[in-house]
């Protein structure tokens, strides 16, 4: 009886199906579920938008390189209890193409990306001159051209194994990429980030350098020593939950959150912001206060002066918002807060500049504005990301849009009519809440509806004429 389990233990050690194998397969599946869930619960709970540049993503590209570097471990090393029959079934299929370029290759060039990135956002204070989706298959190339030389070579037998005399190419390419990324990382050790940004490259480097030294000792266990049939499932095992720690970490120690403008998503942050500005601690970022003026206003006076004022500008919005025409205000408001940054102070101007080309500047952005393409393309060319007149010349574009579309509509709107209400209570003392005034639902791209007075409101029959408006 005891030799008959010894007998089937090499046999699945061979040919795959082990109970142990089944048990790392699940810690696997796991893994891969937490890793998906991280990913979307951002837009799922907290109901960010979608963004369409590489802070969106890259994150999507990890999780496919995840998953397909799982797969291919499970599918070239004989996990599975099935016969290699097919031409999909190939150890070069899965153990050369997908776990390397696609797999392993893809979760490092992401990384190595993001710091390509940051290195250029805040070093170089411009934005990167190639973009993500040129820079990655780029990235990719030696790892491309790797696998296509093992392909031709063809040093693989029929349990996906290859010579001792390959093992040091193999280590070489995986070490050039996290040198590469150590490199990038190195580079931006100076600046002093708001967001972890650094330390979590550091700490990711970390988390890979000790999976990728505890997955190479199990991989050349496994490759090595075919005769040994205990070591080979427990090196298999080893490897497959090594890589599952590997991805989940990788991931979710991100240092992505500049890139796509979510602050305090992570529970390790104490505090929730509504806007960028509030995460950046600008000046009276944020929330209206009852202490705020409510202040007499001429119609008379220009638009740009009676702008400064943060009451007027909110229901100025709220009814531009209400012809569907409010990006411009959003954008004038933001471009507000950035100028209370001081201009010593080129990082946090930095992010905030950063968010605001991301959010109404690059097209196809959640509140693309309507400037001109000479405009749009001084801002993305920029070579000074910290400058003080970076948005000055689509500032007085949007403004003089708004003062043709807008402005004239606005005095005869129920908006100023419950203005003028606000400012007689104010003034007889009576500080009565602002319950009464819509605002537009739209989201912010950081965190949450932008709704000055913290509250919710809905919309209802609102347009830009005069006719009467529905209130909550």
């Known amino acids: 009886m005891m030799k008959e389990e010894v007998n089937g233990s090499r046999s699945c050690a061979v040919q795959g199906g082990c109970p142990s194998d089944y048990i790392a397969i699940s810690i696997a599946i796991l893994a891969f579920f937490l890793l998906l869930s991280r990913l979307l619960f951002p837009f799922l709970i907290h109901k960010i938008p979608r963004t369409n540049g590489s802070g969106f993503w890259i994150p999507v590209i990890q999780v496919f390189g995840s998953f397909n570097l799982l797969l291919s471990i499970v599918m070239s090393i004989n996990f599975l209890k099935f016969e ?35 290195h250029h956002i805040f070093v170089k204070r411009q934005l990167p001159p190639i973009r993500s989706y040129f820079f990655l298959p780029l990235i990719l190339l030696p790892w491309v051209a790797g696998a296509a030389f093992v392909h031709v070579k063809r040093p693989l ?25 150590v490199g990038f990382t190195w580079a931006i050790r100076h600046i002093e980030f708001r967001f972890n940004e650094l330390k979590d490259l550091w700490q990711g480097i970390l988390v890979s350098s000790l999976s990728i030294g505890i ?7 496994n490759e090595t020593r075919d005769d040994i049939w205990w070591l080979q499932v427990a090196s298999r095992i080893l490897l497959l939950i090594t890589a599952s720690v590997l991805v989940l970490f990788f991931f979710s120690i991100s240092s992505s959150q500049p890139l796509l403008s979510q602050i305090s998503l992570r529970k390790r942050e104490p505090l929730e912001f509504q806007t960028m500005g509030q995460a950046l601690g600008i000046p009276d970022s944020g929330l209206l206060l009852q202490i705020d003026s409510v202040p007499v206003i001429d119609p008379n006076e220009p638009l740009d002066k009676l702008l400064l004022n943060k009451r007027f500008r909110q229901s100025f919005m709220a009814f531009a918002d209400s012809c569907l025409a409010g990006e411009s205000v959003h ?9 209370k940054i001081p201009v010593d102070d ?24 309507n400037i001109s393409y000479r405009t749009r393309q001084e801002i993305l060319t920029t070579t000074n990301l910290a400058h003080p007149d970076l948005f000055n010349n689509a500032l007085n574009e949007l403004m003089q849009l708004m003062k043709t579309n807008l402005v004239k509509d606005y005095w005869s709107s129920m908006f100023f009519i419950k203005f003028k209400e606000a400012n007689m209570r104010f003034n007889g003392h009576e500080q009565e809440s602002m319950a009464g005034w819509n605002f537009s639902p739209r989201l912010s791209s950081v965190r949450g509806a932008d ?21 909550q």
């Not at 996906?160 to 990324?181: E, F, K, N, R, S």
């Not at 709704?451 to 209130?471: I, S, W, Y």
């Open 84 to 118: 290699k029959s097919h031409w999909w079934q190939s150890c070069y299929v899965w153990a050369v193409w997908i776990e390397g370029p696609l797999g392993f290759g893809l979760l490092l060039s992401c990384r190595i990306a993001q710091a390509f990135q940051l």
């Open 157 to 181: 037998n029929d349990r996906c194994h290859m010579g001792t005399h390959w093992i040091v190419p193999v280590v070489c390419l995986h070490t050039i990429y996290v040198a590469a990324l």
């Open 215 to 221: 997955w190479f000792a199990a991989y050349i266990s």
């Open 331 to 339: 954008f004038y408001n933001e471009v507000h807060e950035h100028d």
């Open 346 to 369: 080129p990082v946090r101007r930095i992010y905030m500049a950063r968010h605001i080309i991301e959010k109404y500047i690059v097209a196809g952005a959640s509140m693309e504005v």
């Open 451 to 471: 709704d000055p007075f913290h509250q919710e409101h809905v919309l209802k029959g609102f347009g830009c004429d005069n006719r009467d408006l529905d209130t």
